[in-house]
C-alpha cells in the first residue's frame, strides 16, 4: 500500500510538471523583461490561474512584473509580481487586451550602460519604463546626504505633513513641535493638518516607490520645450474644471478668455512646462473657483476685491482665513489684479524661485534635499504634494509614448537595501521616546529629542531607561564593554511597531558590564535638617544678651543640676575649642561691650 502511494506521487508530479511545460511560458530571461501595464481600474490579482481562486487585491493603474504566462482553452492568465507599498505580491491577472498592456523587452547595450549610474535596486523599475517610454531619459542626480539624513531633516519643526482628519494616527510624527505631551495632543495646524510621521516622510522621500508610469512624473524636469507641449496638452489637464469654459472679464481680454491661452503664454515668458503650470493651478485651487482665484473676494476693508493669486503663492497661515488673506495680499503686492497677469507673473515666480535656482522637478520643490540649510525654501507641507502632482501631470502624457521626456532621479550617498514601504495604517502612536535615560557619568542630561550622549564608566554599572507611557524598551538587557571607546544603541519600541536608537559613546577605563534597567533607581531619602548654630545664644531666642553668660555661668556651678541644651553648649562654645570654660563667658562679656570691635 505504501508502495502504490509512493508511485501515485511520484505520477501526479510528473503530470503537473507537463502540465506546467505544456501551458505555461516563463518570461524571466537575463535578457528579456516583460511588463504588465495595468490601464484600467479594480483588475483582480488572484493566487492562481482563474476565477475560482480568491482575490489578493485590486489593481488600477499601475504596472507589474510578468513571472509566466498560462493558457486555459481561449483565456490568458499572466503570473506577475509588484511592491503594493507594503510588501512584494505575487499573483494572477487575466488578460484582456482592452486594459492589460504586455510589453517585452530586451535590454540594449547602451541603457544598460546608463543604468549602472543608478543603484541596483532601481535597475528593474527603470527597465520596464525604457520597454514602454524608449525615448525617455533617466538622468541620475546625486545628491550629497544620506537618505537617512534627508529624512531626519524632514521630520523636525513640522515641514512635512498630512491630514489630520482622514489619516492614520500611525501616520503621525510625535517629534519636535508636532505633539504637546502636557496635554497629549498633537499640534494642528490650518484646522486640519498635523505633522507626518518620519515612516511616511520616507515613504514619499524613496525615489523607488515611484518608478511606475503613473508616478515617475514627479521627477520630470520641467521646463518648457515647444516640440511636444502645446496648447491640446493643456487642455486635457484642465477639462472637468473651472478653467476648462475660459472666462470673461472686459479688463482681460488679450487672451480671448482662455485659460490654455493665458497657461501657454506664461510658459513662453517663464520658461516653464504649461502642463506644469496647469497641473499645479489644478493641484493648489481644486477643479471649481475658489475665493482665492474669484476676483470678489473683498476682504475686511475691501482691500482686495479683484485681485488673483492662482498658485497660492504666499499663503500661509494658522487656519483657512489666513492662508487666504495671506495669498490675496501677496497678490496685492504683485499687481496681479487679473488672471492673466496672476498665472502669467506666478509663473514667472516659480521659475525664479524654483526651477532656476534647481528646484526643477516637483521633488525637488517639495524635498530641497540640494540645500539643506534651506529647507524652509520648499513649495508644500503636504507630505504627498509631489507624487499627486505627479500622477496629475501623468494623465496629460496617458496615451502618448513617444514624446521625448527628461526625468531627474534623486540617487542619495547611502541608500537603505529595502525600500521604504508606505506605513501601517492603524490608531496606534508612533511614540518611539524615552521619558528618561539616566546613569551616573552620563552627559548631557537627558532630553527626549537628543539621540546621542556620553558615559564615562570606571566598572560594572547599570543605565536606567524609561520609555514614555505605552512604548517599551527593545533593546539589549546588558552591554558587555571593552576597555576604550564602545559605541552602544539604546532601543525604544512604539505602540505601532516602529523603533528610536538613542546612541551611547561608552568610554570605560577597564573591561565591564552596562545592565540596562527599566526599574527605577532607589532615591536617597533627604539628609536630616542640621540644626542652626548662632555662637553666643545659649537660650535659643536668636538674640545674645546678659541671659546667656547667666546660663552658661549656671552650668559651669552645676552642669547636672543647670545644663544647657544641646544646642545651648554648641552655642556656648564661642571660640571652638570643644569646651565650655570662662574664656567662652569673657569673649561674650568683650562683644556685649562693643560687638563691631570684638565681633564674635
Not at 332 to 358: H, V
Request: aromatic residues 14%; proline residues 5%; glycine residues 6%.
Amino acid at each position: 500500500m505504501k508502495s502504490f502511494k509512493k508511485s501515485l506521487s511520484v505520477f501526479l508530479a510528473v503530470v503537473l510538471l507537463l502540465t506546467s511545460a505544456l501551458y505555461s511560458c516563463n518570461f524571466t530571461s537575463a535578457a528579456t523583461v516583460t511588463t504588465a501595464y495595468i490601464e484600467g481600474d479594480n483588475v483582480n490579482v488572484r493566487t492562481g490561474p482563474a476565477t475560482t481562486f480568491p482575490v489578493i487585491e485590486k489593481l488600477s493603474y499601475t504596472s507589474a512584473t510578468v513571472l509566466s504566462s498560462v493558457q486555459t482553452g481561449d483565456s490568458i492568465w499572466y503570473q506577475i509580481t509588484y511592491h503594493n507599498g507594503t510588501q512584494q505580491v505575487t499573483g494572477y491577472i487575466f488578460y484582456d487586451p482592452s486594459y492589460i498592456r504586455i510589453v517585452t523587452y530586451n535590454p540594449d547595450g547602451d541603457f544598460e550602460t546608463k543604468l549602472q549610474a543608478f543603484p541596483a535596486s532601481y535597475h528593474n523599475a527603470l527597465r520596464s519604463l525604457h520597454a514602454a517610454y524608449p525615448n525617455w531619459d533617466f538622468i541620475p542626480d546625486p545628491v550629497a546626504m544620506t537618505f537617512d539624513e534627508a529624512v531626519a531633516l524632514q521630520s523636525i519643526n513640522m515641514r512635512k505633513q498630512t491630514s489630520f482628519s482622514s489619516d492614520a494616527i500611525s501616520w503621525l510624527s510625535m517629534g519636535p513641535g508636532a505633539f504637546d505631551w502636557s496635554k497629549n495632543e498633537w499640534v494642528v495646524t490650518n484646522g486640519n493638518w498635523a505633522a507626518a510621521s518620519r515612516e511616511l516622510i520616507a515613504y514619499y522621500m524613496d525615489p523607488r516607490n515611484f518608478l511606475n508610469s503613473s508616478e515617475i512624473y514627479m521627477f520630470l524636469q520641467q521646463g518648457y520645450n515647444p516640440a511636444v507641449q502645446n496648447e491640446a496638452g493643456v487642455l486635457k489637464i484642465i477639462k472637468g474644471t473651472f478653467m476648462e469654459n475660459g472666462y470673461n472679464d472686459p479688463n482681460d481680454t488679450a487672451y480671448g478668455g482662455s485659460y490654455a491661452k493665458v497657461i501657454m503664454a506664461a510658459a513662453q515668458s517663464s520658461g516653464v512646462s504649461p502642463y506644469i503650470l496647469a497641473s499645479k493651478i489644478r493641484q493648489e485651487i481644486g477643479t471649481s473657483v475658489s475665493n482665492m482665484v474669484s476676483g470678489v473676494y473683498t476682504g475686511a476693508n475691501n482691500e482686495y476685491y479683484g485681485y488673483y493669486n492662482f498658485f497660492n503663492i504666499g499663503a500661509s497661515g494658522g487656519d483657512a482665513s489666513a492662508v487666504l488673506l495671506n495669498g490675496l495680499k501677496r497678490a496685492k503686492q504683485e499687481n496681479w489684479n487679473t488672471r492673466s497677469a496672476a498665472i502669467i507673473g506666478g509663473a514667472k515666480f516659480l521659475s525664479n524661485n524654483y526651477i532656476s535656482s534647481g528646484q526643477d522637478t516637483y521633488y525637488y520643490q517639495d524635498f530641497n534635499v540640494h540645500n539643506p540649510d534651506r529647507l524652509w525654501h520648499q513649495y508644500a507641507q503636504a507630505v504627498h504634494d509631489a507624487r499627486s502632482k505627479g500622477v496629475s501631470l501623468a494623465k496629460t502624457y496617458q496615451d502618448a509614448t513617444d514624446f521625448v521626456l527628461n526625468f531627474k532621479i534623486p540617487v542619495f550617498s547611502s541608500m537603505p537595501d529595502v525600500v521604504s514601504n508606505q506605513p501601517i495604517k492603524n490608531s496606534y502612536k508612533n511614540n518611539y521616546y524615552f521619558e528618561n535615560i539616566s546613569a551616573i557619568g552620563l552627559t548631557p542630561s537627558f532630553s527626549m529629542y537628543n539621540y546621542s550622549y556620553d558615559l564615562y564608566l570606571n566598572g560594572d554599572a547599570s543605565i536606567y531607561v524609561k520609555p514614555v507611557v505605552n512604548a517599551s524598551y527593545a533593546g539589549q538587557p546588558y552591554f558587555n564593554i571593552n576597555a576604550g571607546y564602545n559605541l552602544i544603541s539604546l532601543k525604544v519600541s512604539a505602540e505601532t511597531g516602529y523603533v528610536t536608537n538613542y546612541f551611547i559613546n561608552v568610554f570605560a577605563d577597564t573591561a565591564c558590564k552596562l545592565t540596562v534597567t527599566t526599574v527605577s533607581p532607589p532615591v536617597e531619602p533627604p539628609a536630616p535638617p542640621q540644626p542652626t548654630y548662632n555662637k553666643g545664644d545659649t537660650n535659643n531666642d536668636g538674640n545674645i544678651t546678659a541671659s546667656d553668660i547667666g546660663l552658661i555661668i549656671w552650668h559651669l556651678y552645676d552642669s547636672n543640676k543647670y545644663g544647657l541644651s544641646s544646642s545651648g553648649k554648641r552655642n556656648a562654645d564661642v571660640n571652638n575649642d570643644g569646651k565650655i570654660t570662662a574664656a567662652d563667658i569673657g569673649l561674650l562679656v568683650w562683644y556685649l561691650y562693643d560687638p563691631i570691635k570684638y565681633p564674635l
